[in-house]
């Protein structure tokens, strides 16, 4: 590609409620995409947003990324809040070659989505081999939004069981769901990967802290001050309503504890939710409901929901 034709897409933000340094009380992460390829040009961190941006650009400028070459771009999009920033250090950059346009606009949802995926990367979460896209997430939002208004906590507690058998494209996966909250400690849903609910959090003793087996996915609503923000971003992003202030929680859990959403799994909670809600409260316990679900790229959900 010619460099009068290159873009970078530049994100600099706090990220100190996620990613802690020794040394610093704020930590910025600066990425830098090539628009065209998606490819990381630089990943850098610093105590300000100009210090992240003055190293990311330096890296950016001098070592290529093969088949990329380095060299300046002709565009840059980033935040309309950072266009300040990522101009100035521009210009400090590159005193004597001509400056790219900076857009401040919102950057797409890709580009964000693999913001997301590299701080929970330095926060010690397991990346997935394949992610979910804007599709899927906005999927998941959505039923997110509709499990938080029906309030499935107010009928069930976390001693009822609902089996679960659920096809994504014909391939099909089993899982116990727990709806959360009916003690109002912690709203939301598990599913627990099998037929039957896992024996180590069936007998575990008060006050013992047992994981959730491997395969588990979860789903919580917290307060969003309490909520990294990169999880917020998200929501905000996949059309959580900016008047709501609970913020929704997806993990996987791994062999190295929680771990982020690969498309698969988003898809199987997606199915999930629509599960359970579909599961009316006084539906008969031995009386199985299921339904058809079409997710996105023309992928079909189906599911059957039978109270344990």
């Known amino acids: 590609m010619r460099e009068s034709e290159r873009t970078w897409i530049v994100l600099a933000r706090d990220v100190s409620r996620s990613v802690r340094l ?36 330096a890296t950016a400028l001098a070592e290529p990324v093969p088949p990329l070459d380095a060299a300046p771009p002709a565009r840059v999009i980033t935040d309309v809040e950072h266009r300040g920033d990522v101009q100035a250090e521009l210009e400090r950059q590159l005193p004597d070659r001509r400056l790219p346009d900076v857009d401040g606009v919102t950057p797409q949802p890709e580009a964000e989505d693999v913001f997301d995926s590299l701080v929970g990367h330095m926060c010690g979460r397991r990346q997935p081999e394949q992610f979910p896209t804007p599709d899927d997430w906005r999927m998941l939002m959505g039923l997110a ?58 007998y575990a003793e008060p006050g013992q802290t047992v994981m959730p087996p491997d395969g588990t996915l979860l789903f919580y609503l917290d307060p969003s001050a309490e909520v ?60 199985p409901t299921g339904g058809v679900l079409p997710l996105a790229h023309g992928a079909q959900g189906e599911y059957t929901a039978l109270q344990g």
Not at 28 to 53: I, M, Q, W, Y
Not at 229 to 235: I, S
Not at 245 to 255: A, K, R, S, V, W
């Open 228 to 287: 990294p923000a990169e999880y917020v971003g998200k929501a905000r992003r996949y059309g959580w309503s900016d008047d709501v202030d609970d913020i929704p929680i997806t993990l996987i859990m791994g062999p190295d504890g929680a771990a982020d959403l690969g498309a698969l799994e988003c898809r199987h909670l997606t199915v999930g939710m629509a599960a359970i809600l579909n599961r009316v409260p006084g539906t008969e316990p031995g009386v």
């Open 145 to 202: 939004n509709s499990f938080r208004d029906a309030e499935p906590w107010t009928a069930w507690s976390d001693t009822v069981h609902h089996q679960l058998t659920i096809r994504v494209d014909g391939t099909e996966a089993r899982f116990v769901a727990v709806v959360l909250g009916h003690e109002g400690i912690q709203r939301g849903l598990a599913m627990y990967p099998g037929e039957r609910f896992p024996n180590e959090l069936q």
């Open 22 to 57: 020794a040394d610093a009380s704020t930590v910025v992460l600066c990425l830098v995409l090539d628009a065209a390829t998606g490819f990381a040009l630089a990943t850098t961190v610093g105590p300000s947003r100009r210090k992240a941006c003055r190293d990311a650009f």
